[in-house]
């Protein structure tokens, strides 16, 4: 049996996390999943990355300290394992003790290695990346390449890492392995980053307190990537009391792979090889890299303001149809944009349409003809067998590749081919024709059986909802082994259970209606990168008023929208619609005080004409609406 040793990046907690870090874990699931049915021995962690100049900034901004701060994301975190459907192993925090065994005992032999100096260090620094930059890597105006954001200048002493040294055994190491970074043309990145020259790295930081102190050098913390990267073989006991994990899924792994976003594969792919060099362990066997979510035509991140975060997805459409999704719509490896509508229409011509009409369908008329019973004859040769079988090779090729939307490609198509079967079959009318034949009986069970295929492919992907079409269709029990790929798994007189709607359908334009009020909320909750502020004259541009709210009630069909009847000291009172529904009752609000962008173009929202917008802070997508500390006439300027 082979063993496959699985992680994640370890996220940072200066703030909750939103569908990008989802997107890793949730790739992470998936392939773990997938290899446990392949009869691998697995073990899959993730975790939280807690200590550095960012955390504590972060925190203390709050007025609080790092690990509170760190405590609370890693709530968050937590809970999302659950309503995701995640299957880590383990969740490894960095100020855990386990970890700092295990940071403490590579340090001791990365030093004994003779790696280590002490130097003065200066450069230009971003702190959201916790990385020095050289001159010409800075973005225009002095600042950081991934975050827009401006650098700062730093001087201290350091501890540095005889990283040069590492120069041609990391070339070395490309040339052996070329699988050593996935996707291939990643490789070429990483390998022309290293022959450039690499220079020594700072491998601590006298200024940052919360970090784990650094061993033999008083006064300075270990570095935060330094610190990271190695939770990959601190969570499996390296360093501490109790180190089986670590001989069987490291020292004597036959896969060790890290899953990593591109924007963090040079810390992956050179760093942390030549630590582990240094040290003399054994190195990962491979680091695959994905892209970005965007969205805005921006990449997803919190310090650009344009994150989505799962809570609403989930609790609108299940986790089961994002996990799809995001799966579905990124081509693994490169970059894809979210948009509420892609979603949309993906949800409903994916999973709505194909696959839940599908098995409405064809479980229907089974119950019907069968008496609420899989057929009675099977099927043994016909033409989805072989259509059945391809599908079960292209599947299984594009899931070794990570090539997740292509292997839902090859399910769907086997979907579309049982459609099209029943089509020309036509046992609809059979049933009304002939009744229950032998004819029937075996044209049923072919379609049930496809449709057995395709969830056995989608358990990995989409865990529940697989495990329901499979009951749904008569398997009542999930397999646990690839091999029910295999053409003839549909039991014949088994008990089938009343069809119950998969995917309901979303009405989209009612939908992104909705959205569009939310929307606006996420927008005024955008921290403005730093490097585009506005003029006092932009701000004015808004017209910002105070008004008394008159009256106010429910949209129909919304749950999140209110429409407003609002004084804004005009005469004649204004309507307008907030998506506040979710955190405020109609009689609350009336005779209240808000705050409302009065010029703002008038837009409809699910049929009614709002003219203006409330304002609200927005915590975690909840608003929070502003008044005036003292009452003041209506049409007050806020300014
Ligand atoms: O970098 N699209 O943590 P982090 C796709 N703590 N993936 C995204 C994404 C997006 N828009 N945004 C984030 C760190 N991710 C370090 C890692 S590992 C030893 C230390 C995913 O909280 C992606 O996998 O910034 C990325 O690598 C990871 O979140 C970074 O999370």
């Not at 370890?10 to 392949?38: E, F, K, S």
């Not at 709505?352 to 003809?369: E, P, Q």
């Not at 009675?376 to 079988?389: F, G, H, S, T, Y």
Request: glycine residues 8%.
């Amino acid at each position: 049996m082979s063993s496959f040793y699985l992680t994640t990046p370890i996220y940072y907690v200066n703030g909750p996390p939103h569908l990008g870090h989802m997107y890793t874990t949730i790739v992470g699931d998936t392939l773990v999943r997938y290899r446990r049915m392949a009869g691998d021995a697995t073990y899959f962690l993730t975790g939280t990355d807690e200590h550095g100049q960012n955390i504590e900034r972060a925190a203390h901004k709050e007025g609080i300290e790092p690990i509170e701060l760190a405590d609370r994301i890693v709530a968050e975190y937590v809970r999302l394992r659950g309503r995701l459907g995640f299957s880590y192993d383990d969740f490894i925090r960095t100020t855990e003790e386990r970890h700092r065994w295990g940071v403490e005992e590579i340090i001791r032999r990365i030093e004994a290695a003779g790696d280590l100096y002490t130097a003065v260090h200066e450069g230009w620094y971003c702190s959201p990346c916790e990385t020095f930059y050289t001159e010409k890597e800075l973005g225009p105006g002095k600042t950081c390449p991934v975050h827009g954001t401006p650098v700062e200048w730093k001087s201290e002493e350091n501890v540095f890492f005889r990283l040069s040294k590492y120069q041609q055994p990391l070339l070395d190491l490309y040339r052996q392995h070329p699988d050593f970074v996935r996707p291939a043309t990643r490789l070429n990145e990483v390998r022309s980053f290293v022959e450039s020259g690499l220079r020594d790295l700072s491998v601590s930081r006298a200024s940052v307190e919360w970090g784990i102190p650094f061993p033999g050098r008083p006064g300075q913390t270990v570095y935060v990537w330094l610190d990271a990267l190695i939770n990959y073989v601190s969570a499996l006991g390296f360093g501490g009391p109790s180190t089986a994990l670590y001989e069987r899924f490291w020292e004597r792994g036959d896969t060790r792979l890290h899953l990593v976003g591109k924007d963090i594969l040079r810390h992956h792919a050179v760093y942390w090889p030549a630590f582990l060099l240094s040290a003399g362990l054994p190195l990962p066997t491979r680091v695959w890299a994905h892209g970005w979510w965007h969205r805005d035509g921006r990449k997803m991140s919190k310090s650009q303001g344009n994150v989505v975060r799962p809570d609403d997805l989930v609790d609108r459409f299940g986790a089961d149809a994002v996990r799809y999704f995001l799966l579905r719509e990124m081509v693994f490896g490169q970059d894809a944009s979210f948009s509420d509508e892609a979603f949309i229409d993906r949800y409903n011509s994916d999973l709505a349409n194909d696959l839940g009409n599908t098995v409405s369908r064809v479980v229907t008329l089974a119950r019907k003809a069968f008496d609420g019973r899989t057929p009675p004859e099977r099927c043994e040769d016909n033409l989805l067998i072989a259509v059945a079988r391809q599908t079960a090779a292209d599947y299984r090729a594009a899931m070794e590749e990570l090539a997740f939307s292509r292997a839902l490609e090859a399910l769907w198509r086997l979907l579309a081919e049982a459609n099209q079967y029943l089509v020309v079959r036509e046992p609809w009318k059979l049933i009304k024709t002939e009744g229950a034949t032998e004819q029937l009986s075996r044209v049923l069970w072919n379609g049930l059986e496809a449709v057995r295929i395709v969830a056995t492919g989608l358990l990995p992907f989409m865990p529940r909802v697989a495990a329901e079409v499979l009951a749904a269709v008569g398997s009542a029990e999930p397999p646990a082994s690839l091999d029910a790929l295999a053409w003839g798994g549909t039991p014949t007189n088994a008990e089938l259970p009343e069809p119950k709607p998969l995917f309901p359908r979303i009405d989209k334009e009612a939908y992104l209606a909705e959205g569009k009020a939310s929307e606006k909320e996420t927008t005024m909750e955008t921290a403005a990168p730093e490097t585009s502020r506005i003029s006092i004259d932009q701000f004015f541009q808004a017209e910002l008023k105070v008004a008394t709210v008159l009256a106010a009630e429910p949209v129909p069909k919304s749950n999140k929208l209110l429409k407003l009847s609002v004084d804004v000291g005009e005469g004649t009172p204004r309507t307008l619609v907030a998506g506040i529904a979710l955190a405020y009752r109609p009689e609350e609000l009336v005779g209240k005080q808000v705050v409302v962008v009065a010029n703002l173009q008038p837009a409809k929202l699910m049929g009614v004409e709002s003219n203006g917008m409330v304002l609200a802070a927005s915590l975690d997508g909840k608003p929070v609406l502003l008044h005036p500390a003292a009452p003041v006439p209506n049409g007050t300027r806020v300014k």
